[in-house]
C-alpha cells in the first residue's frame, strides 16, 4: 500500500522536486480558501517507475483505466507512496498493495452483488436482441422492394411518356370509333400498371408486416430494459453514495450524498484513485506532499486516454470533492504557485492615470498596456481568460480585475485565449470600448499573430489554411474538420526550424475555438502538432502548449489611432 523512499533515487535537486506540473485543487467549504496539492516532476517520476512494474505484468493491461500514486510525510518526517487504482482491478476491489477503496462499500455489498448480477442479465438479453436475424432479413427485404418498387416506377413513367405522345398522334390522325378504341387501349394499359404497382405493395406488405410486427415488439422490449437498466443503476448509485463515507484532514466525514446533495453524480464518483488516495491519508495521519495520476491499459472507448499519459482530476466525479478532501491540509513547506495572487497595492493609482503604462506588473502577470478605456495583459499558459461555469475554475484573468480594480465590475474580456495558450489578453472597461473592439473583431480589422513551435518539421514555407471547423457536441471542447462546421482561414509562415521543431507565425483571419490547433494538427492542414498539444495528438513530454499570442494590431476605440500590442514568445 505504501513504500518507504530512498531520496538518492528521486530526482536529483530539491529545485526538481518542486517544479509544478498540475495543482489538483478545490476551495474549503468552510472557509473559502483555494487548497492546492501539486503534481511534480517528482510525483510524475515516481508515477513513471509505477507504470514499469505495470508494464511487466500483463493482469495490468487487460484493461484500460486510472493509477495514480500519492507522495506522503508520516508524523516522524518520512517519505512513502501509496498508490490506487480507479474502481476495480480484474474485478477486484481490495488488492494487497493498494489503497483500499473508500468504506461503505462493504454495506451494500449484497446489493451490489444482487444488481450487478441483474444488470448483466438485462445486458445479456439486450445483446441477444440486436442479434435476432429478423433486423438483418426485415432491412434486405425492405431493400429489395425498395428496388422493385423504383424500376417499376421508372418503367411506368417511361410508358406513360410513350402514351402520351401516342395520344397526341391518335387525336392527329383517327377519328370516330378508331379513335375511341386506341384510347381506351391506352387507359387500360395505365389501369393495369396501377394494378401491377398495388399487387407489388400488397406482396411487400404481406412479406415485411410480421417482421416489422415482431422488430416493432423488440425494441419496446430494449427501451423497457434500458429503462430497468437505468432504474436499477440509478438506485444502486444513491444507495453506495448514501453508505460511501469521506474523510477529510480536519477530521469530518460526510457521505457522497451531503458532499453532492442533490446533484446528479455520474457513475463511479468516489472510486477514483484521488478521492482513495486522500481518505486513506487523512485517516491515517499523512501529510500529501504530490499527487499525480495517469491512465494505463488499452485508451479509453472515447480515445481521449491514452496509455501512460498524465491526467488531472476529472470534472464530474473528483473536481467537486477536492475542496471538502483537501480541507484541513497544509502544505509543509509550501509549495509556490504557478500564478502569484495579484498585488493590490499602487493598482488604484495607476488605474486613474489616463496615460498608458507599458510593462507594468499585475501581481506578477505583466501589463502590456493600460490606459482608461481597456487593458492589455500577458496571459500566462494554464490561466483562464474568463470564469469557468464551476466554482473550482472561477479563477481568471477577468475575475481577479473585477476583485481588484475600483471599476472592476465592468471589466469584460474582448476575445479569448485557450487555458493552455499564453499571451496578449485584450479587456475592455467599459461596455461602449466593449462594443467597439468587439466590433473590430467580427470585422476581421484586428491583426493577431501567433508564434508556435511545433512538433516536427513541415514541408511548406507560407501560405493559407481555408479549413471549416465543427465541436463535436459529444466530445467538447474538441474540435475537427467538417463541412457541418464554419469557415476558418489561418495564414502562415515558417520563420525557424529548430532540430527536429518548427517555429511558425500564425495569423489567423477567423476566431473559431482551437482553430491554430486544428489547421496545424489536421492532416489536411499543416500535419504536425504544436508541441505540448496533447488534445490533438502530440505525445512529447513537455510542460506546456507551445502556442503564444504574440502580437495583437487594432484601432484604438478612442483617439482613432493604430495600437499595436507585443510580447516576447516565452519558449
Not at 117 to 145: D, H, N, V
Not at 164 to 186: D, S, Y
Not at 405 to 419: K, T, Y
Amino acid at each position: 500500500m505504501h513504500e518507504k523512499i530512498d531520496t538518492r533515487e528521486r530526482l536529483s535537486t530539491e529545485v526538481e522536486k518542486s517544479i509544478q506540473n498540475y495543482w489538483y485543487e478545490g476551495r474549503c467549504p468552510q472557509s473559502g480558501e483555494l487548497l492546492r496539492l501539486p503534481r511534480t516532476e517528482e510525483a510524475e517520476a515516481i508515477a513513471r517507475e509505477l507504470m514499469q512494474h505495470l508494464a511487466n505484468n500483463d493482469c495490468y493491461s487487460d484493461e484500460g483505466k486510472m493509477y495514480g500514486i500519492l507522495l506522503v510525510e508520516l508524523p516522524n518526517g518520512e517519505q512513502q507512496i501509496l498508490k490506487a487504482f480507479s474502481g476495480l482491478l480484474n474485478g477486484n476491489s481490495t488488492i494487497e498493495g493498494w489503497v483500499p477503496p473508500i468504506p461503505g462499500r462493504d454495506e451494500v455489498a449484497l446489493e451490489e452483488a444482487c444488481t450487478l448480477a441483474q444488470l448483466e442479465a438485462i445486458k445479456q438479453e439486450l445483446i441477444t436482441l440486436k442479434q435476432l436475424p429478423e433486423w438483418q432479413q426485415y432491412e434486405t427485404l425492405s431493400r429489395q422492394f425498395e428496388q422493385q418498387l423504383q424500376e417499376m416506377s421508372d418503367r411506368h413513367r417511361d410508358c406513360k411518356q410513350q402514351r402520351h405522345r401516342k395520344r397526341q398522334l391518335i387525336c392527329e390522325t383517327l377519328t370516330g370509333e378508331a379513335l375511341t378504341i386506341a384510347l381506351e387501349e391506352l387507359d387500360e394499359e395505365s389501369r393495369q400498371h396501377g394494378i401491377e404497382r398495388r399487387m407489388l405493395k400488397r406482396q411487400q406488405n404481406k412479406v415485411l408486416q410480421p417482421l416489422k410486427e415482431l422488430i416493432e415488439a423488440t425494441q419496446a422490449r430494449m427501451r423497457e430494459l434500458k429503462k430497468q437498466r437505468k432504474e436499477l443503476s440509478r438506485e444502486l448509485q444513491t444507495q453506495m453514495h448514501a453508505a460511501y463515507s469521506l474523510t477529510n484532514f480536519a477530521g469530518e466525514s460526510l457521505s457522497l450524498q451531503e458532499l453532492m446533495p442533490g446533484g446528479s453524480m455520474p457513475t463511479g464518483t468516489g472510486d477514483c484513485c484521488a478521492p482513495k488516495l486522500l481518505h486513506y491519508a487523512a485517516t491515517h495521519g499523512l501529510k500529501p506532499l504530490a499527487m499525480a495520476e495517469f491512465w494505463w491499459g488499452s485508451s479509453s472507448a472515447d480515445g481521449d486516454k491514452i496509455q501512460g499519459e498524465f491526467y488531472g482530476a476529472c470534472a464530474e466525479r473528483c473536481q467537486p470533492l477536492m475542496g471538502f478532501l483537501l480541507s484541513g491540509w497544509e502544505p509543509s513547506p509550501p509549495f509556490p504557485s504557478p500564478l502569484p495572487p495579484l498585488k493590490k497595492e499602487g493598482m488604484e493609482e495607476r488605474v486613474r492615470s489616463p496615460s498608458p503604462i507599458r510593462g507594468g506588473v499585475w501581481g506578477e502577470v505583466p501589463i502590456v498596456y493600460e490606459d482608461e478605456w481597456l487593458i492589455a495583459v500577458n496571459k500566462p499558459a494554464g490561466f483562464l481568460s474568463v470564469p469557468g461555469r464551476y466554482h473550482h475554475t472561477f479563477d481568471s484573468v477577468v475575475s481577479r480585475l473585477r476583485h481588484l480594480l475600483p471599476d472592476g465590475m465592468e471589466i469584460a474580456s474582448v476575445h479569448r485565449l485557450d487555458q493552455e495558450t499564453s499571451g496578449i489578453l485584450l479587456l475592455a472597461r467599459d461596455r461602449h470600448t466593449h462594443r467597439q473592439l468587439g466590433w473590430q473583431f467580427q470585422q476581421r480589422q484586428v491583426h493577431k499573430v501567433y508564434e508556435a513551435l511545433l512538433s516536427d518539421s513541415v514541408t511548406a514555407e507560407q501560405g493559407a489554411i481555408e479549413l471549416p471547423l465543427w465541436g463535436d457536441p459529444e466530445n467538447r471542447p474538441y474540435q475537427k474538420v467538417d463541412e457541418r462546421g464554419k469557415a476558418s482561414l489561418t495564414r502562415f509562415q515558417v520563420i525557424a526550424k529548430e532540430d527536429n521543431y518548427t517555429r511558425v507565425e500564425f495569423m489567423p483571419l477567423t476566431g473559431r475555438t482551437h482553430q491554430i490547433r486544428v489547421h496545424s494538427a489536421d492532416p489536411q492542414g499543416l500535419g504536425v502538432t504544436i508541441l505540448g498539444d496533447r488534445l490533438y495528438g502530440c505525445r512529447a513530454t513537455v510542460s506546456r502548449l507551445h502556442l503564444h499570442a504574440r502580437e495583437l494590431r487594432f484601432v484604438h476605440p478612442q483617439s482613432g489611432q493604430p495600437l499595436h500590442l507585443q510580447t516576447k514568445t516565452p519558449f
